[in-house]
């Protein structure tokens, strides 16, 4: 009997990646998005991460057809970049929905299918901006970090279930992400950098990783016995990320201004 996946945005970017992996490795593959995938072995439904009775369904619909889910993999993201002062607060709360509360909506139901089963994996797709601040866009820094200590939370409390949890923390990768960012016009006067900086991100992002590097990454998390809490992908990441653990937040947010030309 082939193993269950249901991921959360399969229809692009890592998501997808990782559908198309799970595939060939004889996974039934589900993706809630919504937006369809397009590979005809994809099963889609569609999910609004921002609606608890989406999320309800989703998991109701996948349960009562394969009366298991093995993993789920939780890849849904929006990023926004805007000063403090100029950015709207529906945006804010939205981005925390899509970023955090959906995860954890889906977690709240999801955990009692796992123990029915006996236990079960949960992955989600965090970022190095958890931990290296992003200039302009503190709302996604923020949301991720907060996704972080969740995960280490229920990591805690669920271990004895046999449930295994995995935050994935990729840094710059090559998707549309980059392009779907939602960006504000700025008066430039007021902040003579934000332009610059988000050329920046946004060149980050696509001389990163590819999606199917980090796909790779994850479906061999499914494999290990004891994964990673926390997993930051490729070496140079990984350095960043024990930086960001060791230097004084002073000094961690003086590199930061430099790699985005903040003056």
Avoid at 202 to 223: H, T, W
Wanted: aromatic letters at 12%; charged letters at 20%; a positive charge.
């Amino acid at each position: 009997m082939s193993k269950v996946a249901l991921i959360i945005g399969a229809s692009s970017g890592i998501g997808e990646a990782i559908a198309l992996k799970l595939l060939k490795d004889g996974y039934t593959v589900y993706n809630g998005s919504r937006s369809p995938a397009h590979h005809e072995r994809i099963i889609n439904i569609t999910v609004d991460v921002a609606n608890e009775e989406a999320i309800r369904r989703a998991l109701r619909i996948v349960w009562e057809a394969e009366h298991r889910i093995d993993a789920l993999i939780y890849s849904a993201g929006f990023s926004m970049s805007a000063p403090l002062e100029d950015v709207d607060l529906s945006d804010v709360y939205y981005l925390f929905q899509v970023n955090l509360f959906g995860l954890l909506t889906f977690m709240k139901y999801l955990i009692p299918l796992c123990k029915i089963q006996g236990g079960g994996r949960i992955i989600a797709i965090g970022s190095l901006a958890s931990v290296l601040p992003i200039p302009y866009d503190a709302y996604y820094s923020a949301a991720k970090a907060a996704l972080n200590l969740l995960l280490l939370t229920q990591a805690i409390e669920l271990k004895r279930f046999k449930i295994l949890i995995t935050g994935v923390l990729p840094g710059g990768v090559k998707t549309h992400f980059t392009f779907k960012r939602k960006e504000y016009w700025i008066d430039t006067f007021k902040y003579p950098d934000f332009n610059e900086a988000g050329y920046v991100l946004g060149d980050m992002e696509q001389k990163g990783m590819s999606p199917q590097r980090v796909a790779k990454k994850i479906v061999k998390l499914l494999n290990r016995t004891k994964p990673p809490l926390l997993l930051p992908i490729g070496f140079k990441n990984r350095l960043f990320y024990c930086a960001a653990k060791i230097f004084p937040a002073s000094l961690l947010v003086y590199l930061v201004r430099r790699k985005f030309r903040l003056k």
